[in-house]
Each structure stands twice: as C-alpha cells, then as structure tokens.
C-alpha cells in the first residue's frame, strides 16, 4: 500500500492561483493512476482530475481548463495545479493512488488516501 502526503494548500484570494503537491512512497506509483480528490463542508467527496500511470489525464467539468493534473514517476510525485480560483473550490484537496484509464469516469480509488490539504478561496 502506497503512503500519501498532500501538501501546498492554504487561503488565497479569488483569481488566484496554488499548486497542491503529493508525494508518495514506494514504487507502485509509477504503475498507479493518481487522482485528486475534494471534500467541502457537508459535501461528498468528488474526484476532480485523475493522470493514468502515462500522463493521460481527465478533468471534471467544475475545474477543466482552470486546473492541471501532472506527474512524475522517477520523484513519484503528483501536482495539481490551480488557477483562476473560484470560492466554490473551497475543500480539502486528497490525493489517492488507485486505477483508470484516461476517461474521469473510469478512476476506481484504492483504500490509500492522505490526509489532505485545506483550500479556501475567499477574499
């Protein structure tokens, strides 16, 4: 099971921009799809954008063409990155290691989840 730690989180104002980090061990990342993941308060989790183990990478409707999905499978790392930041992108921002293929829809998460980075976008 792969250990996960988000990090780059924090307040920022609306039209503002952060770059969310998770850093994994082992090296069943570089065969793992990666997908990210937010919670806001008394919401479900919705999966946001998901990168198959080769770079292919799908976004949700709410976030395409704002946020970016990338990796890199020698630091075993993956980025989110975010810009033109709305409030309703105000959430915990998870990380997960699990399986899909280069369609959003097709993400299946495993159990191995971070502990999660707080996003507020308020100003």
């Known amino acids: 099971q792969v250990q996960l730690v988000e990090s780059g989180g924090g307040l920022v104002q609306p039209g503002g921009s952060l770059r969310l980090s998770c850093a994994a061990s082992?090296?069943?990342?570089?065969?793992?799809?990666m997908g990210w993941y937010r919670q806001a308060p008394g919401k479900e989790r919705e999966l946001v954008a998901a990168i198959t183990p080769g770079g292919s990478a799908d976004y949700a409707d709410s976030v395409k063409g704002r946020f970016t999905i990338s990796r890199d499978n020698v630091k075993y790392t993956a980025t989110l990155q975010m810009n033109n930041l709305k409030p309703e992108d105000t959430a915990v921002y998870y990380c997960n290691a699990g399986h899909g293929t280069r369609y959003l829809m097709d993400y299946r998460p495993s159990s191995s989840w971070g502990l999660g980075t707080q996003v507020t976008v308020s100003s």
């Open positions: 082992g090296s069943i990342f570089s065969i793992s799809a």
